[in-house]
């Protein structure tokens, strides 16, 4: 019986050594790279709550969802303002792409506790603010920003240009919805690069890359159509 008992305490002796050895080398890399008061998985939702993620995946996902918002908001104005079969087509894919995407990357800010909306100015770190990003017809000044949206933001259509969008008809909206998703796209692509660069989350990284991707074939898209009106 002591035998019997002995041999038990031993296995359970080894058992519990293991697991702290696996608990010890697994904490390291589960909060490698996050944020300061980030570390509890209990404020976890979701295996990419658990995952490693930094200031940049924060930037990217509070920057992100205005921006697909806007792009969501322009794609609205189309079943009932534009003139040409193949842009209503790919305004509608627009929505339906982006939609479940801010669900997503909002699910993942509250996961990580973070604010779903970007807070103050901020411009997402080692991101450009270059001319050549600023929309068509749209001044650099301060003066053109979207209100309450930071001008490093690149993309983002001002006030004025949405409501004159709203205001087009036919192919004159056909040629304004063009030019402003394809600027609107490129921002957004410049933004998912940024991320895919500087971003410690496999999921938001995977996310970027599609945004990149499904966009800039987007673009190819809207060009063709822009050379045809």
Avoid: Y
């Avoid at 053109?144 to 930071?150: E, Q």
């Avoid at 991707?213 to 009106?229: C, G």
């Amino acid at each position: 019986m002591k035998r019997t008992i002995l041999r038990r305490s031993a296995l359970a002796g080894a058992a519990l050594s293991a697991l702290l050895v696996t608990a010890a080398c697994g904490g390291n890399d589960d909060t490698a790279g996050m944020e300061h008061g980030n570390s509890n998985p209990s404020t976890s939702t979701s295996s990419s709550a658990n995952a490693t993620f930094n200031d940049a995946d924060v930037m990217f996902a509070q920057m992100m969802i205005p921006h697909h918002q806007q792009a969501v908001e322009m794609a609205d104005l189309a079943p009932t303002r534009a003139s040409d079969p193949e842009l209503k087509d790919l305004a509608a894919k627009i929505k339906a792409a982006q939609d479940p995407e801010i669900t997503t990357m909002k699910g993942w800010l509250t996961a990580w506790g973070k604010p779903t909306e970007l807070p103050g100015n901020h411009s997402m770190p080692g991101m450009s603010s270059a001319p050549g990003h600023n929309m068509p017809g749209m001044s650099a000044s301060p003066g053109h920003d979207m209100p309450g949206m930071n001008s490093d933001m690149p993309g983002m259509m001002s006030e004025q240009e949405m409501t004159s969008l709203a205001a087009a008809k036919g192919t004159d909206f056909d040629k304004k919805f063009a030019e402003m998703m394809i600027a609107h796209h490129n921002g957004a692509i410049e933004m998912a690069k940024t991320e895919q660069a500087n971003g410690s989350n496999p999921e938001a990284k995977a996310l970027a890359a599609k945004i990149a991707s499904d966009q800039a074939a987007e673009v190819q898209t809207l060009q063709k159509i822009l050379d045809r009106l």
